[in-house]
């Protein structure tokens, strides 16, 4: 299994990686969590990746690949789940490219399709654990009571104002690479919404069939 989950911010993309790494073992390689810890541990791509998570723009490709090139490598290139890459056209050929250099390829890139009413509701909602860079959520995944209040905390691009804008930018600028996708056959739209287990359910459906 080798695939992208693909889709706005707040469609489940972490949620589901997480769920198939239960179920499955594959490596879940989130660019948004590798970069919250590198700014977390203020590495030097930390430093420079920092004004531009806060701020809730995209962080620069070549940073987001140094990244996942790097998570891939561990992986051995295989039996992973990519989560938040690749987000433009530039990402999209960097990663068909460095997967051909080691002789494989994509198993599916599946966009989760949720309604933006759902998305600002997710996201408005969202906790993150600032220690193991955990998501939360405050009706569905709930704090554990054992993780210290002062360990959690709201992302300012959680915030509504934040929401809107990022959603703006991935229409702009993401949206393009479902284009990509399809053109290429790797392409497959399930929806986002219901139970986490009836969506990863859809999300096995499909790797399952293309491996």
């Not at 056209?89 to 994509?106: E, K, P, R, V, Y």
Request: charged content about 25%.
């Amino acid at each position: 299994m080798r695939i992208v989950l693909f889709g706005p911010p707040g469609v489940g993309k972490g949620s589901q990686a997480s769920m198939l790494v239960e179920k499955r073992g594959v490596t879940h390689i989130s660019t948004g969590i590798l970069l919250r810890r590198a700014i977390r541990e203020e590495t030097e791509l930390g430093q420079k990746a920092r004004d531009y998570v806060e701020s809730g723009h995209l962080v620069p490709g070549e940073l987001v690949r140094e990244l996942a090139n790097g998570a891939l490598a561990e992986a051995g290139y295989d039996q992973f789940v990519l989560d938040g890459y690749p987000r433009t056209i530039d990402q999209a050929n960097w990663l068909m490219s460095d997967l051909s250099d080691h002789g494989t390829s994509l198993t599916a890139v599946i966009s989760l399709v949720v309604s933006d009413d759902v998305i600002v509701d997710r996201l408005s909602k969202r906790r993150i654990n600032v220690r193991t860079g955990e998501n939360y959520h405050l009706d569905y995944k709930p704090v554990p009571p054992d993780v210290p209040p002062e360990d959690v905390v709201q992302r300012k691009d959680d915030r509504a104002e934040a929401i809107l804008h990022r959603l703006s930018v991935y229409r702009k600028k993401t949206f393009p690479v479902v284009a990509f996708f399809r053109d290429h056959g790797l392409l497959h739209e399930i929806s986002g919404e219901g139970t986490f287990s009836d969506v990863c359910d859809r999300i096995l459906q499909v790797a399952d069939s293309g491996s």
